[in-house]
Protein backbone atom coordinates (compact mmCIF):
# COMPACT_ATOMS: atom_id res chain seq x y z
CA UNK A 1 0.00 0.00 0.00
CA UNK A 2 2.74 2.08 0.88
CA UNK A 3 4.48 1.55 -2.40
CA UNK A 4 1.61 2.25 -4.46
CA UNK A 5 0.96 5.68 -2.52
CA UNK A 6 4.75 6.76 -3.55
CA UNK A 7 3.59 5.80 -7.20
CA UNK A 8 0.61 7.97 -6.86
CA UNK A 9 2.79 11.05 -5.37
CA UNK A 10 5.60 10.84 -7.77
CA UNK A 11 3.48 10.89 -10.71
CA UNK A 12 1.25 13.86 -9.39
CA UNK A 13 4.77 15.90 -8.42
CA UNK A 14 6.35 15.20 -12.05
CA UNK A 15 2.71 16.18 -13.79
CA UNK A 16 2.93 19.51 -11.71
CA UNK A 17 6.99 19.72 -12.50
CA UNK A 18 5.79 19.05 -16.46
CA UNK A 19 3.01 21.82 -16.78
CA UNK A 20 5.25 24.10 -14.68
CA UNK A 21 8.28 23.68 -16.46
CA UNK A 22 5.80 23.25 -19.43
CA UNK A 23 4.18 26.69 -19.24
CA UNK A 24 7.51 28.15 -18.10
CA UNK A 25 9.46 27.29 -21.20
CA UNK A 26 6.87 28.16 -23.78
CA UNK A 27 6.71 31.64 -22.11
CA UNK A 28 10.54 31.98 -22.04
CA UNK A 29 9.98 31.18 -25.27
CA UNK A 30 7.77 33.98 -26.08
CA UNK A 31 9.95 36.63 -24.43
CA UNK A 32 13.11 35.68 -26.63
CA UNK A 33 10.94 35.55 -29.57
CA UNK A 34 10.14 38.90 -28.92
CA UNK A 35 13.46 39.78 -28.00
CA UNK A 36 14.76 38.35 -31.50
CA UNK A 37 12.67 40.51 -33.32
CA UNK A 38 13.40 43.59 -31.60
CA UNK A 39 17.16 43.09 -31.97
CA UNK A 40 20.06 44.62 -29.54
CA UNK A 41 18.86 47.10 -27.41
CA UNK A 42 22.08 48.70 -26.69
CA UNK A 43 23.56 51.18 -29.54
CA UNK A 44 26.22 53.25 -30.76
CA UNK A 45 26.03 56.84 -31.35
CA UNK A 46 28.66 59.81 -32.07
CA UNK A 47 31.19 60.23 -28.75
CA UNK A 48 29.94 57.07 -27.33
CA UNK A 49 32.32 55.35 -24.24
CA UNK A 50 32.94 51.86 -24.30
CA UNK A 51 32.82 50.64 -20.62
CA UNK A 52 34.58 47.61 -19.60
CA UNK A 53 34.03 46.22 -15.98
CA UNK A 54 36.27 44.26 -14.51
CA UNK A 55 34.03 43.07 -11.89
CA UNK A 56 32.58 40.93 -14.14
CA UNK A 57 35.66 38.57 -14.65
CA UNK A 58 37.32 37.74 -18.17
CA UNK A 59 36.63 34.05 -19.11
CA UNK A 60 38.66 32.23 -21.71
CA UNK A 61 35.50 29.86 -22.86
CA UNK A 62 33.05 29.93 -26.11
CA UNK A 63 30.32 32.19 -25.43
CA UNK A 64 27.00 30.06 -25.70
CA UNK A 65 24.83 32.73 -27.88
CA UNK A 66 21.41 31.96 -26.47
CA UNK A 67 22.55 33.26 -23.11
CA UNK A 68 22.07 36.61 -23.58
CA UNK A 69 18.46 36.23 -25.20
CA UNK A 70 17.87 34.55 -21.85
CA UNK A 71 18.92 36.50 -19.67
CA UNK A 72 17.01 39.60 -21.54
CA UNK A 73 13.81 37.48 -21.46
CA UNK A 74 14.39 36.96 -17.52
CA UNK A 75 14.89 40.85 -17.14
CA UNK A 76 18.14 40.45 -16.27
CA UNK A 77 21.14 42.26 -17.19
CA UNK A 78 23.48 41.02 -19.91
CA UNK A 79 26.12 43.55 -18.75
CA UNK A 80 27.16 41.61 -15.49
CA UNK A 81 27.95 38.39 -17.72
CA UNK A 82 31.74 37.22 -17.77
CA UNK A 83 33.09 38.33 -20.87
CA UNK A 84 34.59 35.76 -22.78
CA UNK A 85 38.14 36.61 -23.69
CA UNK A 86 37.97 36.33 -27.46
CA UNK A 87 34.86 38.49 -27.72
CA UNK A 88 36.34 41.27 -25.69
CA UNK A 89 39.74 41.53 -27.72
CA UNK A 90 37.85 41.35 -30.91
CA UNK A 91 35.29 44.02 -29.22
CA UNK A 92 38.00 46.45 -28.10
CA UNK A 93 39.60 45.97 -31.50
CA UNK A 94 36.73 46.87 -33.33
CA UNK A 95 35.76 49.98 -31.58
CA UNK A 96 39.74 50.97 -31.86
CA UNK A 97 38.69 51.23 -35.76
CA UNK A 98 34.91 52.84 -34.85
CA UNK A 99 34.50 56.66 -35.50
CA UNK A 100 31.78 56.63 -33.18
CA UNK A 101 33.49 54.86 -30.34
CA UNK A 102 35.06 58.22 -28.57
CA UNK A 103 37.18 56.24 -25.75
CA UNK A 104 37.48 53.39 -23.55
CA UNK A 105 36.67 53.21 -19.69
CA UNK A 106 37.75 50.71 -17.18
CA UNK A 107 35.87 50.09 -13.89
CA UNK A 108 35.72 47.86 -11.43
CA UNK A 109 38.04 44.98 -9.93
CA UNK A 110 38.42 41.81 -11.33
CA UNK A 111 36.83 38.54 -9.93
CA UNK A 112 38.94 35.44 -9.29
CA UNK A 113 38.24 33.49 -12.32
CA UNK A 114 40.75 35.73 -14.23
CA UNK A 115 44.48 33.93 -14.94
CA UNK A 116 47.58 36.07 -15.71
CA UNK A 117 48.01 34.71 -19.09
CA UNK A 118 43.94 35.68 -19.64
CA UNK A 119 45.27 38.88 -18.27
CA UNK A 120 47.89 39.56 -20.69
CA UNK A 121 45.64 39.17 -24.01
CA UNK A 122 43.72 41.80 -22.75
CA UNK A 123 46.24 44.00 -21.97
CA UNK A 124 47.46 43.95 -25.19
CA UNK A 125 44.27 44.29 -26.72
CA UNK A 126 44.07 47.61 -24.50
CA UNK A 127 47.93 48.79 -25.54
CA UNK A 128 46.78 48.35 -29.34
CA UNK A 129 43.31 50.30 -28.79
CA UNK A 130 45.71 52.90 -27.19
CA UNK A 131 48.02 52.98 -29.98
CA UNK A 132 45.12 53.93 -32.61
CA UNK A 133 45.29 57.34 -30.44
CA UNK A 134 41.79 57.06 -28.68
CA UNK A 135 42.09 57.53 -24.66
CA UNK A 136 41.61 54.94 -22.29
CA UNK A 137 40.10 55.63 -18.90
CA UNK A 138 40.49 53.60 -15.56
CA UNK A 139 38.43 54.68 -12.44
CA UNK A 140 38.13 52.83 -9.19
CA UNK A 141 38.45 52.64 -5.53
CA UNK A 142 41.32 50.68 -5.06
CA UNK A 143 43.00 47.89 -7.27
CA UNK A 144 45.55 45.18 -6.55
CA UNK A 145 48.10 43.80 -9.42
CA UNK A 146 46.16 41.68 -11.49
CA UNK A 147 43.65 45.07 -11.68
CA UNK A 148 46.54 46.98 -11.97
CA UNK A 149 48.05 45.09 -14.95
CA UNK A 150 45.43 45.99 -16.80
CA UNK A 151 44.39 49.76 -15.49
CA UNK A 152 48.80 50.47 -16.30
CA UNK A 153 47.70 50.06 -20.07
CA UNK A 154 44.95 53.31 -19.58
CA UNK A 155 46.46 57.02 -20.54
CA UNK A 156 44.20 57.92 -17.72
CA UNK A 157 44.35 56.61 -14.21
CA UNK A 158 42.08 57.90 -11.65
CA UNK A 159 41.48 56.96 -7.97
CA UNK A 160 39.12 57.75 -5.56
CA UNK A 161 40.65 59.64 -2.80
CA UNK A 162 39.90 57.27 -0.33
CA UNK A 163 41.31 54.52 -2.30
CA UNK A 164 43.94 52.29 -1.28
CA UNK A 165 46.48 50.30 -3.86
CA UNK A 166 47.84 46.78 -3.06
CA UNK A 167 51.22 46.36 -4.89
CA UNK A 168 53.26 43.87 -2.31
CA UNK A 169 53.87 41.08 -5.26
CA UNK A 170 53.07 38.11 -5.92
CA UNK A 171 52.31 35.00 -4.07
CA UNK A 172 50.85 31.43 -4.35
CA UNK A 173 49.63 29.62 -1.07
CA UNK A 174 48.65 25.99 -1.56
CA UNK A 175 46.30 24.12 0.89
CA UNK A 176 46.97 21.14 2.24
CA UNK A 177 45.01 18.20 4.05
CA UNK A 178 47.37 15.75 5.47
CA UNK A 179 46.81 16.47 9.23
CA UNK A 180 43.45 16.53 8.37
CA UNK A 181 43.39 13.21 6.74
CA UNK A 182 45.35 11.66 9.20
CA UNK A 183 43.17 12.86 12.48
CA UNK A 184 40.28 11.41 10.46
CA UNK A 185 42.06 7.84 10.18
CA UNK A 186 42.16 8.48 6.28
CA UNK A 187 45.11 6.98 4.65
CA UNK A 188 46.92 8.00 1.34
CA UNK A 189 49.51 6.21 -0.18
CA UNK A 190 50.70 7.72 -3.98
CA UNK A 191 53.47 6.53 -6.44
CA UNK A 192 55.10 8.94 -8.75
CA UNK A 193 57.30 9.55 -11.61
CA UNK A 194 58.78 12.98 -11.46
CA UNK A 195 60.44 14.80 -8.73
CA UNK A 196 58.39 17.60 -8.79
CA UNK A 197 55.29 16.12 -9.46
CA UNK A 198 53.36 18.07 -6.71
CA UNK A 199 50.04 17.37 -7.48
CA UNK A 200 49.86 14.60 -4.76
CA UNK A 201 51.68 17.00 -2.43
CA UNK A 202 48.73 18.34 -0.41
CA UNK A 203 47.51 15.07 0.47
CA UNK A 204 50.86 13.65 2.14
CA UNK A 205 52.40 16.76 3.79
CA UNK A 206 51.30 19.67 5.29
CA UNK A 207 53.98 21.76 3.59
CA UNK A 208 55.43 22.10 0.26
CA UNK A 209 58.52 20.31 -0.74
CA UNK A 210 61.62 21.88 -1.44
CA UNK A 211 61.22 20.83 -5.13
CA UNK A 212 57.49 22.30 -5.11
CA UNK A 213 59.04 25.33 -3.25
CA UNK A 214 61.50 25.74 -5.92
CA UNK A 215 59.38 25.39 -8.87
CA UNK A 216 56.97 27.33 -7.32
CA UNK A 217 59.67 30.57 -7.06
CA UNK A 218 60.85 30.31 -10.04
CA UNK A 219 57.38 30.38 -11.80
CA UNK A 220 56.51 33.37 -9.14
CA UNK A 221 59.52 34.95 -10.56
CA UNK A 222 59.16 35.01 -14.09
CA UNK A 223 55.48 36.62 -13.69
CA UNK A 224 56.55 38.76 -11.09
CA UNK A 225 58.89 39.92 -13.68
CA UNK A 226 56.45 40.23 -16.73
CA UNK A 227 54.44 42.24 -14.19
CA UNK A 228 57.27 44.84 -13.58
CA UNK A 229 58.61 45.12 -17.26
CA UNK A 230 55.13 46.36 -18.59
CA UNK A 231 53.98 48.22 -16.17
CA UNK A 232 57.20 50.23 -15.72
CA UNK A 233 56.80 50.73 -19.71
CA UNK A 234 53.59 52.03 -19.36
CA UNK A 235 54.20 54.65 -16.38
CA UNK A 236 57.42 55.75 -17.75
CA UNK A 237 59.19 54.36 -14.60
CA UNK A 238 61.83 51.96 -14.02
CA UNK A 239 61.53 48.31 -13.20
CA UNK A 240 63.54 49.48 -10.30
CA UNK A 241 60.98 52.02 -9.51
CA UNK A 242 58.28 49.18 -9.20
CA UNK A 243 60.49 46.98 -7.37
CA UNK A 244 60.79 49.53 -4.37
CA UNK A 245 57.50 50.37 -4.21
CA UNK A 246 56.60 46.49 -3.51
CA UNK A 247 59.52 46.12 -0.99
CA UNK A 248 58.77 49.61 0.61
CA UNK A 249 55.85 50.11 0.59
CA UNK A 250 53.37 47.66 -0.71
CA UNK A 251 49.75 49.09 0.56
CA UNK A 252 49.71 52.34 -0.47
CA UNK A 253 47.09 55.39 -0.08
CA UNK A 254 45.49 57.06 -2.89
CA UNK A 255 47.68 60.14 -2.64
CA UNK A 256 51.18 57.91 -1.89
CA UNK A 257 50.28 56.02 -5.33
CA UNK A 258 50.01 59.63 -7.04
CA UNK A 259 53.10 60.52 -5.92
CA UNK A 260 54.74 57.10 -6.73
CA UNK A 261 53.49 57.69 -10.05
CA UNK A 262 51.38 54.78 -10.58
CA UNK A 263 48.28 57.13 -11.00
CA UNK A 264 47.66 60.27 -12.69
CA UNK A 265 45.02 62.24 -10.45
CA UNK A 266 42.30 61.29 -7.61
CA UNK A 267 38.50 62.19 -8.23
CA UNK A 268 35.40 61.64 -6.35
CA UNK A 269 32.73 59.81 -8.81
CA UNK A 270 30.80 62.90 -9.33
CA UNK A 271 34.08 64.47 -10.50
CA UNK A 272 35.15 61.45 -12.75
CA UNK A 273 31.19 61.93 -14.41
CA UNK A 274 31.93 65.31 -15.10
CA UNK A 275 35.22 64.41 -16.72
CA UNK A 276 33.58 61.63 -18.63
CA UNK A 277 30.44 64.60 -19.39
CA UNK A 278 33.34 67.20 -21.14
CA UNK A 279 34.93 64.37 -23.02
CA UNK A 280 31.72 63.27 -24.77
CA UNK A 281 30.01 66.67 -24.59
CA UNK A 282 26.65 65.38 -23.23
CA UNK A 283 24.77 68.30 -21.55
CA UNK A 284 23.83 66.43 -18.51
CA UNK A 285 25.44 63.41 -17.12
CA UNK A 286 22.29 61.38 -17.41
CA UNK A 287 23.52 62.37 -21.08
CA UNK A 288 26.30 60.48 -21.79
CA UNK A 289 26.15 57.09 -23.94
CA UNK A 290 28.23 54.32 -22.93
CA UNK A 291 27.85 50.56 -23.97
CA UNK A 292 29.22 47.60 -22.38
CA UNK A 293 32.06 45.55 -23.98
CA UNK A 294 29.26 42.49 -24.41
CA UNK A 295 26.30 44.93 -25.55
CA UNK A 296 29.18 46.23 -28.03
CA UNK A 297 30.05 42.65 -29.78
CA UNK A 298 26.38 41.86 -30.14
CA UNK A 299 25.70 45.29 -31.85
CA UNK A 300 29.28 45.51 -33.84
CA UNK A 301 28.39 41.79 -34.78
CA UNK A 302 32.71 40.95 -33.69
CA UNK A 303 33.57 37.58 -33.20
CA UNK A 304 32.53 36.35 -36.89
CA UNK A 305 36.00 36.41 -38.46
CA UNK A 306 35.83 36.21 -42.43
CA UNK A 307 32.29 34.86 -41.89
CA UNK A 308 31.73 35.00 -45.52
CA UNK A 309 33.24 32.06 -46.60
CA UNK A 310 32.70 28.64 -46.49
CA UNK A 311 35.94 27.20 -45.13
CA UNK A 312 36.46 26.97 -41.76
CA UNK A 313 38.96 27.24 -38.65
CA UNK A 314 37.56 25.02 -35.66
CA UNK A 315 38.31 26.73 -32.78
CA UNK A 316 38.10 23.66 -30.04
CA UNK A 317 38.22 25.03 -26.36
CA UNK A 318 39.56 22.37 -23.79
CA UNK A 319 39.18 23.30 -20.48
CA UNK A 320 39.21 22.14 -16.70
CA UNK A 321 40.46 18.57 -15.84
CA UNK A 322 40.74 16.00 -18.06
CA UNK A 323 38.39 12.66 -17.21
CA UNK A 324 37.27 9.51 -19.04
CA UNK A 325 33.55 10.06 -19.36
CA UNK A 326 31.51 13.31 -18.66
CA UNK A 327 28.76 15.36 -19.79
CA UNK A 328 30.14 18.64 -17.99
CA UNK A 329 31.17 21.58 -20.50
CA UNK A 330 34.37 22.33 -17.53
CA UNK A 331 35.21 19.29 -18.24
CA UNK A 332 37.38 17.47 -21.02
CA UNK A 333 35.58 14.13 -21.17
CA UNK A 334 38.08 11.84 -23.42
CA UNK A 335 35.10 9.67 -25.05
CA UNK A 336 33.58 12.89 -25.82
CA UNK A 337 36.41 14.98 -26.75
CA UNK A 338 37.78 12.12 -28.96
CA UNK A 339 34.73 11.97 -30.74
CA UNK A 340 34.55 16.13 -31.49
CA UNK A 341 37.94 15.72 -32.88
CA UNK A 342 37.48 12.94 -35.01
CA UNK A 343 34.05 14.73 -36.32
CA UNK A 344 36.73 18.11 -37.22
CA UNK A 345 39.36 15.36 -38.80
CA UNK A 346 36.61 14.10 -40.79
CA UNK A 347 34.76 17.21 -41.64
CA UNK A 348 35.98 18.54 -45.73
CA UNK A 349 35.00 22.07 -44.51
CA UNK A 350 37.38 22.67 -41.71
CA UNK A 351 40.49 23.44 -42.97
CA UNK A 352 42.08 23.57 -39.87
CA UNK A 353 41.74 23.61 -36.26
CA UNK A 354 42.67 26.04 -33.38
CA UNK A 355 43.11 23.42 -29.87
CA UNK A 356 42.26 26.48 -27.12
CA UNK A 357 44.24 24.97 -24.00
CA UNK A 358 43.03 25.40 -20.51
CA UNK A 359 43.56 22.35 -18.73
CA UNK A 360 46.23 21.14 -15.16
CA UNK A 361 45.59 17.51 -16.75
CA UNK A 362 43.94 14.62 -15.07
CA UNK A 363 43.38 10.97 -16.61
CA UNK A 364 46.65 9.74 -18.03
CA UNK A 365 43.95 7.04 -20.13
CA UNK A 366 41.89 9.86 -21.63
CA UNK A 367 44.45 12.00 -22.13
CA UNK A 368 46.52 9.80 -24.33
CA UNK A 369 42.78 8.62 -25.95
CA UNK A 370 42.51 12.63 -26.78
CA UNK A 371 45.94 13.22 -27.89
CA UNK A 372 46.02 9.91 -30.22
CA UNK A 373 43.17 12.01 -31.94
CA UNK A 374 45.22 15.10 -31.86
CA UNK A 375 47.77 13.28 -33.67
CA UNK A 376 45.30 12.16 -36.73
CA UNK A 377 44.12 15.63 -36.85
CA UNK A 378 47.83 16.80 -37.13
CA UNK A 379 48.62 14.63 -39.89
CA UNK A 380 45.31 15.55 -41.98
CA UNK A 381 44.86 19.29 -41.77
CA UNK A 382 46.68 22.41 -39.86
CA UNK A 383 46.51 21.70 -36.13
CA UNK A 384 47.44 25.05 -33.69
CA UNK A 385 47.70 24.73 -29.84
CA UNK A 386 47.18 27.86 -28.29
CA UNK A 387 47.82 27.90 -23.81
CA UNK A 388 45.75 30.03 -21.68
CA UNK A 389 46.90 30.62 -18.12
CA UNK A 390 47.72 26.79 -17.73
CA UNK A 391 48.16 23.47 -20.05
CA UNK A 392 50.35 21.12 -17.76
CA UNK A 393 50.72 17.78 -17.45
CA UNK A 394 48.27 16.21 -19.45
CA UNK A 395 47.12 19.24 -20.37
CA UNK A 396 50.55 19.63 -22.02
CA UNK A 397 49.81 16.21 -23.85
CA UNK A 398 47.05 17.65 -25.59
CA UNK A 399 49.17 20.25 -27.28
CA UNK A 400 52.36 18.49 -28.02
CA UNK A 401 51.17 17.11 -31.41
CA UNK A 402 50.15 20.59 -32.73
CA UNK A 403 52.07 21.85 -35.81
CA UNK A 404 52.56 24.71 -33.75
CA UNK A 405 52.21 25.88 -30.17
CA UNK A 406 51.46 29.21 -28.64
CA UNK A 407 51.63 30.21 -25.01
CA UNK A 408 51.42 33.90 -23.51
CA UNK A 409 54.60 34.44 -21.08
CA UNK A 410 52.28 33.84 -18.19
CA UNK A 411 51.50 30.30 -19.05
CA UNK A 412 51.68 27.74 -16.61
CA UNK A 413 52.71 24.31 -18.54
CA UNK A 414 55.24 21.86 -18.51
CA UNK A 415 54.59 19.13 -15.74
CA UNK A 416 55.75 16.23 -17.82
CA UNK A 417 55.13 13.37 -14.91
CA UNK A 418 52.74 11.05 -13.48
CA UNK A 419 51.05 10.08 -10.19
CA UNK A 420 48.53 7.06 -8.87
CA UNK A 421 47.23 7.98 -5.84
CA UNK A 422 45.12 5.14 -3.84
CA UNK A 423 43.27 6.38 -0.51
CA UNK A 424 42.11 3.74 2.03
CA UNK A 425 39.34 4.30 5.16
CA UNK A 426 40.81 1.06 7.25
CA UNK A 427 41.81 3.11 10.55
CA UNK A 428 38.84 5.18 10.04
CA UNK A 429 36.15 2.33 9.48
CA UNK A 430 37.85 0.28 12.57
CA UNK A 431 37.79 2.79 14.95
CA UNK A 432 33.91 3.55 14.75
CA UNK A 433 33.65 -0.22 14.71
CA UNK A 434 33.55 -1.39 10.66
CA UNK A 435 35.66 -4.35 9.75
CA UNK A 436 35.63 -5.70 6.36
CA UNK A 437 36.21 -9.75 5.15
CA UNK A 438 37.32 -10.26 1.30
CA UNK A 439 37.13 -13.77 -0.04
CA UNK A 440 39.48 -13.53 -3.12
CA UNK A 441 41.12 -16.33 -5.69
CA UNK A 442 44.22 -14.19 -5.52
CA UNK A 443 46.12 -12.21 -3.63
CA UNK A 444 46.20 -9.03 -5.06
CA UNK A 445 42.38 -9.29 -6.27
CA UNK A 446 41.47 -6.43 -4.19
CA UNK A 447 44.07 -4.61 -4.85
CA UNK A 448 41.68 -0.76 -5.43
CA UNK A 449 39.83 -1.44 -2.20
CA UNK A 450 39.92 1.43 0.21
CA UNK A 451 39.34 -1.34 3.13
CA UNK A 452 43.17 -1.24 3.62
CA UNK A 453 46.39 0.13 2.52
CA UNK A 454 48.72 -1.25 -0.14
CA UNK A 455 51.34 -3.78 0.24
CA UNK A 456 54.69 -3.22 -0.33
CA UNK A 457 54.89 -5.46 -3.46
CA UNK A 458 51.69 -4.05 -4.58
CA UNK A 459 53.26 -0.47 -4.07
CA UNK A 460 56.00 -1.92 -6.60
CA UNK A 461 53.23 -2.98 -8.94
CA UNK A 462 51.56 0.04 -9.24
CA UNK A 463 55.18 1.64 -9.11
CA UNK A 464 55.75 -0.32 -12.23
CA UNK A 465 52.37 1.19 -13.78
CA UNK A 466 53.70 4.65 -13.36
CA UNK A 467 56.96 4.83 -14.64
CA UNK A 468 55.91 2.90 -18.19
CA UNK A 469 53.25 5.54 -18.68
CA UNK A 470 55.63 8.19 -17.96
CA UNK A 471 58.15 6.73 -20.14
CA UNK A 472 55.30 6.87 -22.71
CA UNK A 473 54.78 10.40 -21.67
CA UNK A 474 58.66 11.20 -22.34
CA UNK A 475 58.77 9.33 -26.06
CA UNK A 476 55.59 11.07 -26.80
CA UNK A 477 56.79 14.52 -26.32
CA UNK A 478 60.04 13.23 -27.97
CA UNK A 479 58.57 12.57 -31.31
CA UNK A 480 55.70 15.41 -31.68
CA UNK A 481 58.97 18.08 -30.68
CA UNK A 482 61.86 16.53 -32.37
CA UNK A 483 63.46 16.28 -29.06
CA UNK A 484 66.38 13.78 -27.83
CA UNK A 485 64.35 11.94 -24.86
CA UNK A 486 67.05 12.40 -22.86
CA UNK A 487 66.42 16.60 -23.34
CA UNK A 488 62.81 15.71 -22.63
CA UNK A 489 64.33 14.45 -19.38
CA UNK A 490 65.90 17.24 -18.03
CA UNK A 491 62.56 19.89 -18.60
CA UNK A 492 60.15 17.18 -17.60
CA UNK A 493 60.18 15.06 -13.72
CA UNK A 494 56.85 16.82 -13.47
CA UNK A 495 58.27 20.12 -13.40
CA UNK A 496 56.11 23.41 -14.58
CA UNK A 497 57.24 26.07 -16.71
CA UNK A 498 56.12 29.27 -16.90
CA UNK A 499 55.47 30.25 -20.75
CA UNK A 500 58.65 32.46 -21.29
CA UNK A 501 60.82 29.40 -20.10
CA UNK A 502 59.04 27.06 -21.59
CA UNK A 503 59.91 28.48 -24.89
CA UNK A 504 63.49 28.26 -23.61
CA UNK A 505 63.49 24.79 -23.36
CA UNK A 506 61.35 23.93 -26.54
CA UNK A 507 58.28 22.62 -24.99
CA UNK A 508 56.29 26.11 -26.88
CA UNK A 509 57.26 27.27 -30.19
CA UNK A 510 55.69 31.24 -29.83
CA UNK A 511 54.80 32.95 -27.27
CA UNK A 512 51.57 34.32 -28.22
CA UNK A 513 47.96 34.75 -27.72
CA UNK A 514 44.74 33.38 -29.03
CA UNK A 515 44.13 35.69 -31.99
CA UNK A 516 47.68 34.75 -33.26
CA UNK A 517 46.80 31.39 -33.38
CA UNK A 518 44.37 31.67 -35.20
CA UNK A 519 45.49 33.62 -37.79
CA UNK A 520 48.38 31.01 -38.15
CA UNK A 521 46.25 28.35 -38.50
CA UNK A 522 44.35 30.09 -41.30
CA UNK A 523 47.82 30.92 -43.00
CA UNK A 524 49.14 27.47 -42.91
CA UNK A 525 45.88 26.23 -44.21
CA UNK A 526 46.25 29.08 -47.21
CA UNK A 527 42.80 30.25 -46.75
CA UNK A 528 43.34 33.89 -47.65
CA UNK A 529 40.44 35.88 -46.39
CA UNK A 530 37.73 33.06 -47.31
CA UNK A 531 37.32 31.78 -44.46
CA UNK A 532 35.00 31.86 -41.06
CA UNK A 533 35.64 31.03 -37.29
CA UNK A 534 33.76 28.21 -35.75
CA UNK A 535 33.45 27.38 -32.33
CA UNK A 536 33.58 24.24 -30.53
CA UNK A 537 32.17 22.34 -28.30
CA UNK A 538 28.25 23.22 -28.93
CA UNK A 539 26.87 25.63 -26.67
CA UNK A 540 25.25 23.87 -23.64
CA UNK A 541 21.40 22.76 -23.60
CA UNK A 542 18.98 25.70 -24.07
CA UNK A 543 17.09 25.02 -20.53
CA UNK A 544 20.42 24.44 -18.68
CA UNK A 545 21.88 27.86 -19.87
CA UNK A 546 18.30 29.60 -18.68
CA UNK A 547 18.71 27.79 -15.22
CA UNK A 548 22.28 28.24 -14.66
CA UNK A 549 22.33 31.60 -15.55
CA UNK A 550 19.40 32.29 -12.67
CA UNK A 551 21.25 30.07 -10.22
CA UNK A 552 24.49 32.33 -10.76
CA UNK A 553 22.64 35.04 -10.20
CA UNK A 554 21.52 33.30 -6.71
CA UNK A 555 24.82 32.20 -5.53
CA UNK A 556 26.53 35.36 -6.50
CA UNK A 557 25.21 37.49 -3.69
CA UNK A 558 26.17 35.39 -0.95
CA UNK A 559 29.10 36.84 0.62
CA UNK A 560 31.50 37.50 -1.71
CA UNK A 561 34.08 39.71 -0.16
CA UNK A 562 33.48 37.11 2.64
CA UNK A 563 37.22 35.86 3.82
CA UNK A 564 35.40 32.75 5.45
CA UNK A 565 33.39 31.97 2.70
CA UNK A 566 36.30 32.32 0.06
CA UNK A 567 38.29 29.80 2.14
CA UNK A 568 35.72 27.06 2.24
CA UNK A 569 35.14 27.45 -1.39
CA UNK A 570 38.52 27.28 -2.26
CA UNK A 571 38.86 24.13 -0.03
CA UNK A 572 36.03 22.75 -1.83
CA UNK A 573 37.72 23.95 -5.48
CA UNK A 574 41.07 21.59 -4.11
CA UNK A 575 39.37 18.63 -2.75
CA UNK A 576 37.01 18.64 -6.39
CA UNK A 577 39.75 17.17 -8.10
CA UNK A 578 39.17 14.02 -6.50
CA UNK A 579 35.88 13.76 -7.84
CA UNK A 580 37.96 13.69 -11.25
CA UNK A 581 39.70 10.68 -10.59
CA UNK A 582 38.30 8.11 -12.98
CA UNK A 583 40.92 7.08 -14.66
CA UNK A 584 40.25 3.08 -14.99
CA UNK A 585 44.02 2.38 -14.24
CA UNK A 586 44.57 4.97 -11.52
CA UNK A 587 47.05 6.81 -13.21
CA UNK A 588 46.97 10.59 -13.72
CA UNK A 589 48.62 13.32 -15.76
CA UNK A 590 48.02 16.28 -13.73
CA UNK A 591 49.57 19.20 -12.19
CA UNK A 592 48.98 20.64 -8.90
CA UNK A 593 48.86 24.36 -10.47
CA UNK A 594 45.32 26.41 -10.98
CA UNK A 595 45.27 29.52 -12.19
CA UNK A 596 45.03 31.46 -8.57
CA UNK A 597 48.15 33.46 -8.34
CA UNK A 598 47.75 36.83 -6.32
Not at 567 to 579: D, G, H, K, N
Amino acid sequence: MGKFIQQILATVIGLILFVTLGLGGLLLLAAIAAVVTEGPSASVKDDTILTLDLSHGITDANIDPPLGLVETALGLENKSRAVPLRVAIDAIDAAAKDDQIKALYITGTLSSVSGYATLEELRQALVDFRASGKSIYAYGGGWDERDYLLVSAADHIILTPNALMELNGLRAEMMFFAGALNKYGVGVQVIRAGQYKAAVEPFIRTDNSPAAAQQTQALLDDLWQEFVTQVAASRKLTPAKIEAIANQQGLLSAEAAKNAGLVDRLAYPDEMEAELQKLTGAEKAEDIHDISVMEYAEVADVGTTNASGNKQVALVYLNGDIVSSSDSSEQIAGDRTAALLKKLRLDDDVKAVVLRINSPGGSAFASELVAREIKLLHDTKPTIASMGNVAASGGYQLATYAHKIYASPATITGSIGVFGMVPNVQKLANDNGITWDSVQTNPSADLYSISRPRTPQELAMLQGMVDQTYTDFLNMVSQSRSLPVADVRKVAEGRVWSGIDAKGVGLVDELGGLETAIQAAAKQADLGDNWKLVEYPDAQPFQLQALTSILSRVSSHSAANDPLNQAIQRAQRELSFLQNLDDPKGVYARSAFQPEIR
